[in-house]
């Protein structure tokens, strides 16, 4: 039994959200506040009712609620065509077997489907409460009080209850930690999870026989004796000793140890490590059908992340695989084909992808598919030394800062174009093609047609130039960025720039051909004023 979408209105960053899931594994990628969080989130509370650790019940709050839309409920409550108030939907559509009591059209597609919802929205019995705020007219914020969470099957109009739901959830996130007394509740509470009755007995028998030989240790009376004389605070003994341990918190006096150190004061990656295996892998979980993981990658190096994903696909058994990641590792070694490439605006899935395109990127070293999704906007260049010179047009127009401080990535990709604007059209992401015209403007414009949009802008020189230099018998090419760069700035500027000295230009031509990183490094480095391309400015514009 697994997920096989789910729709996401109203909750926090998402106006509607509607994704479809693979039955296995499931890797979303995206930027920082893209809402890979929130997806989990937002599953997790409609098959558990928990956030954070808490009931939902008592944890809705304003902030649950999409800003736009709660915006848009608050200033009309100025004027005469009040909005109704704002709601949160959250639904999942399953399949599997035994579903047959989810089965229905109770959705917001309309279609028949096995599902359940969760809606956290006014409760119509408050109805004539709510008339009553609105004649009071304190409409600083939203009337948290009076709203309620439903839980409902697609099937029938009827509350139903989380314990009604056939697909449950485990939530993975070792990044959070709540020490108490010393300890790790998290890892407390999973390795709780893993004793039976005889165990928890036997821990409470030794923890209590400790805590007697404590005090009838002779070191101990001689001390507590002292302590009595001296205290004077009561007529009655005064002590020290251990607590008796209660059923209740037989672990509140406990640590947990890695190689005899404090769980609590090994490294973050170990905690990382031991959090999400035993997570995983204790009995409350193996009773869940769905894993929700957020970033694993957290705090590990490379052997100890390909040691957590193995563990995790290993332990994983069956159950559908939800895990977000900003590593282009993580998406690799889990498999391409399971991603998920969550834009600012859009969503595809990477099997919607042209075969040819899929082949391109799970072969392509270093993944820069990724880079692409993790920025806010990027420029497309040829070649190495193209993004430097590019960097540098930035950092010189933007008070010494480089692009990616500015959420703007540079990425060189040689002469795929095409195959990282495919996704960057599908996903509406703001991208600046940079290109030579190689002596033929006229035809760029052609080649780029079906890609370039409101968001994807193609930025070369419309001028050409040409020349009577040679370079192994070939004429050369006065249209790519170093003649450009030497068209913009003169002879004399790039001489003190390179620190050398040519006879002519044909001469630089010639040397920048043959050095083009050293020459593209010189330029990044310089503090001398240097020139650019019109088309560079456009770009950085």
């Not at 800003?67 to 999942?92: C, H, M, Q, R, V």
Request: with cysteine; aromatic share 8%; proline share 3%.
């Amino acid at each position: 039994m697994h997920i096989k979408r789910a729709i996401i209105i109203g909750y926090k960053k998402f106006e509607k959200l509607d994704l479809t899931f693979r039955p296995d594994i499931n890797i979303i990628v995206g930027d920082n506040e893209s809402g890979k969080s929130t997806i989990l989130e937002a599953i997790d509370i409609c098959l558990s009712g928990l956030i954070n650790h808490r009931y939902i019940r008592n944890e809705i709050s304003q902030a649950l609620f999409n800003k736009g839309n709660l915006e848009t409920y608050l200033a009309s409550l100025t004027t005469d065509n009040k909005t109704p108030p704002p709601f949160i939907t959250i639904e999942l559509h399953l399949d599997g077997e035994g579903l047959a009591e989810f089965l229905g059209d109770k959705n917001s597609c309309k279609e028949e489907s096995c599902g359940v919802s969760v809606h956290i929205r006014l409760d119509e019995r408050n109805n004539d409460l709510y008339e009553e705020w609105i004649k009071l007219g304190d409409y600083s914020g939203l009337p948290i009080e009076l709203y309620g969470i439903f839980w409902e099957t697609f099937a029938r109009e009827r509350e139903i209850s989380i314990r009604h739901i056939p697909l449950k959830s485990a939530f993975i996130d070792s990044t959070q930690s709540r020490p108490a007394n010393g300890n790790d509740l998290y890892i407390s509470k999973i390795i709780k999870d893993l004793l039976d009755k005889d165990e928890l007995i036997e821990i409470l028998r030794a923890q209590r026989k400790s805590s007697e030989s404590f005090a009838e240790d002779d070191a101990i009376i001689k001390i507590n004796d002292k302590i009595d004389m001296a205290a004077k605070i009561s007529r009655k003994k005064i002590s020290i000793g251990v607590e008796q341990i209660t059923t209740n918190a037989w672990d509140s006096g406990l640590f947990t140890f890695i190689d005899g150190i404090p769980f609590v004061h090994s490294g973050k990656g170990e905690q990382s490590i031991v959090k999400t295996k035993v997570a995983i892998a204790h009995k409350k979980a193996e009773e869940k059908n769905i894993l929700l993981i957020e970033e694993p990658e957290n705090h590990l190096s490379y052997s100890k992340l390909n040691e957590l994903l193995l563990d995790i696909t290993t332990l994983r058994g069956v159950r559908q695989l939800l895990i977000t990641t900003h590593s282009s590792f993580v998406a690799n070694k889990l498999g391409l084909d399971s991603l998920l490439l969550l834009g600012s605006k859009k969503n595809i899935p990477f099997s919607d992808l042209d075969q040819e395109d899929k082949d391109f990127f799970s072969k392509l070293s270093g993944y820069d598919t990724l880079r692409l999704l993790l920025c806010k906007k990027a420029i497309l260049v040829e070649g190495d030394s193209d993004e430097l010179i590019i960097q540098k047009a930035y950092q010189m127009k933007n008070g010494g800062r480089l692009p990616i401080q500015d959420g703007i990535d540079v990425i060189s990709v040689g002469m795929a174009f095409k195959r990282f604007l495919t996704i960057a059209k599908k996903l509406d992401l703001e991208i600046c093609v940079v290109t030579d015209n190689d002596g033929h403007p006229e035809r760029l414009p052609e080649r780029f047609s079906q890609y370039t949009n409101e968001h994807i802008k193609l930025c070369f020189d419309k001028t050409v130039d040409s020349g009577e230099l040679k370079i192994n018998e070939r004429p050369f090419n006065y249209n790519t960025l170093e003649p450009k760069m030497l068209k913009a700035n003169g002879r004399k500027a790039l001489e003190i720039i390179l620190n050398k000295t040519f006879s002519s230009d044909d001469e630089l031509h010639i040397f920048m051909h043959d050095n083009k990183t050293e020459c593209a490094l010189a330029f990044f480095n310089t503090n001398k004023t240097l020139l650019f391309p019109q088309y560079i400015d456009e770009a950085i514009e």
